[in-house]
Each structure stands twice: as structure tokens, then as C-alpha cells.
């Protein structure tokens, strides 16, 4: 068997999910799991969001947006976590509560695993009410200020001495935003929509860390210090990718590293380690 939360194991929980999901009404998702098991950052998000907050039994967890497979491995490696999945929008929540059912889990949907519509911004938990809170790739996606908001709901839903893991981009260059024409999750904005931020170190402070007046334990920046292959590969059309979609987490081990101070002109991600003292 795999080790608990290593590469294999969320690469093989992804496709039994996925193989087992296959007979009930989500074939599409369940086609996606067994296509595409893990893309080609995220196992790298996924240790560095994950790792720094288990173990998780008996802790109360929080995900706010996050892609959904780290919450089928936390349902699959726990007996006592009380798991609150979220999202902005409702798509998720049918496909995720299946795979849950079909991996043998579907008896704690409802007491402690909960399924739940969330808007960052505006939390609808009490105060202090989450031991373990994780964000893996979603902050830079709010917007206006609504990263900062979502820092602020954080750290108000999060009891004193517990933590949160974010994962957002990063520029060392300098911060920027980034937009795109049509559009975006929730949003139906005409014309360029706003997408993602790039932060760097002054954003990170003044956008994420002031507003929540969170005590950072760690920040650790990862990238492709030689060669790069992502930017090659998202130039590359989805029907060609295809046949090599399964070997997105195996190229990502090779050329994805986590970087020192003289690498940092090479990072495209950061994930935050931070704390509620008070």
C-alpha cells in the first residue's frame, strides 16, 4: 500500500475513485479522476498545504475552495476529523459526496463531513470555530479586496493557537494581476474579467498577512529552478494532452522543486504556514 499522503496516494485513491464512480451519474468526473489524477502543481501544493496540519483526528478542518481530492484523502485516512468542504459554487457537491459513497465514506456525509456552499468573504461559521483551516489556490482568484477579506473571515473563524495553510502564485518580479476575456467561476462580468494575482513578498504582507493579523510561521516558494516545463505545456491543446495527462505528478517530481533565497527569481508559487496566537 501506498504511504499515507505521498504522491502514489493520491494519485491511486484519484483513479480507484474514479474507476469505482464510473457506474453512478457522474461518469464525466468520474472519467476526469482516472484521465487526470493529479495535474501537474498540485501534488507539490497539496504536501505543502496538507503535511504542516496533520494529524488531523480530532480536529475540527476547514478547506476553502480547494480542488477536492486532499478532502477525499482526509475522509480516507481519518475516523474522528469533522471536515467542512466549501466552495463558492455548488458543482462540487453531488460528484464529491458520490465519490465519498463509493469509497465507503458516505455514512459520515452530514455528521462530520459537510458539503457546504462558502463565499470567503463572508463565512457563515462562529468565531474561533476551526482547529485546521487550508486554501490551496483560491485567495488569488477573489477580487478587489476580497483576498484580504478572505484573510480577515480566516482568522475570525480560527481558534486561538490553531493554523492555516494557503498556497497562492508568486512573482518575483513584482506583483501583478492578471485578466482574461469572458467568464470567471461565479462571475458573468462582460468583456476582460479579473482572474488571478500574482503576489510578491509586499502583497503577500499587505494583502494577506496585515489583514489577518495572523503570526506567519513559514513561507515556503516552489518552481522550476531549470528547466520549465509548465509554461511549455499549457501551450499544448487538451486533446493532445490527453494521453500524457497521467504523467503530470511524475514530471512535476522531476522538474518542480522547492527553492532557496538565490532560486526565488524562479518561484511561481508560495505556501504560507500561519498561526492564531491570540
Known amino acids: 500500500m501506498p504511504r499515507p499522503f505521498s504522491l502514489l496516494d493520491y494519485y491511486l485513491t484519484s483513479i480507484e475513485v474514479g474507476l ?7 461518469r464525466k468526473e468520474a472519467a476526469a479522476r482516472i484521465l487526470n489524477p493529479l ?3 498540485r501534488y507539490m501544493e497539496f504536501q505543502l498545504a496538507l503535511k504542516p496540519l496533520l494529524p488531523v483526528d480530532g480536529r475540527r478542518v476547514l478547506d476553502i475552495g ?3 481530492l486532499p478532502v ?8 474522528s476529523c469533522e471536515l467542512y468542504a466549501t466552495d ?12 465519498l459513497t463509493k469509497i465507503g465514506k458516505g455514512d459520515r456525509l452530514g455528521k462530520d463531513i459537510h458539503l457546504c456552499v462558502q463565499d470567503a468573504r463572508h463565512l457563515t461559521y462562529d468565531d474561533a470555530f476551526f482547529d485546521r483551516i487550508f486554501s490551496i489556490s483560491v485567495l488569488e482568484h477573489v477580487p478587489d479586496r476580497g483576498d484580504s477579506q478572505a484573510a480577515q473571515e480566516i482568522a475570525r473563524v480560527l481558534r486561538p493557537g490553531g493554523t492555516v495553510t494557503l498556497t497562492v502564485p508568486y512573482s518575483h518580479a513584482g506583483y501583478r494581476e492578471e485578466f482574461v476575456s469572458g467568464p470567471v467561476y461565479e462571475r458573468r462580468e462582460a468583456g476582460r474579467t479579473f482572474y488571478q494575482r500574482h503576489y510578491d513578498r509586499q502583497a503577500l504582507q499587505q494583502r494577506l498577512f496585515d489583514p489577518s493579523g495572523l503570526r506567519v510561521l513559514d513561507m515556503t516558494f516552489f518552481g522550476e529552478p531549470g528547466f520549465q516545463v509548465e509554461p511549455w505545456w499549457n501551450q499544448i491543446p487538451m ?18 522543486k522547492r527553492l532557496a533565497p538565490p532560486q526565488l527569481h524562479a518561484a511561481a508559487g508560495v505556501a504560507v504556514r500561519l498561526r492564531k496566537d491570540t
Not at 242 to 253: D, E, G, I, T, Y
Open 72 to 79: 477525499l484523502l482526509l475522509a480516507k485516512h481519518t475516523r
Open 66 to 68: 480547494s480542488p477536492k
Open 39 to 41: 495535474s501537474y502543481p
Open 20 to 26: 469505482k464512480s464510473l457506474p453512478g451519474g457522474y
Open 88 to 99: 463558492i459554487r455548488d458543482y462540487f457537491i453531488a460528484p464529491t459526496a458520490h465519490f
Open 239 to 256: 486533446r493532445w494532452k490527453v494521453p500524457l495527462l497521467w504523467a503530470q505528478p511524475f514530471a512535476a517530481k522531476v522538474f518542480l
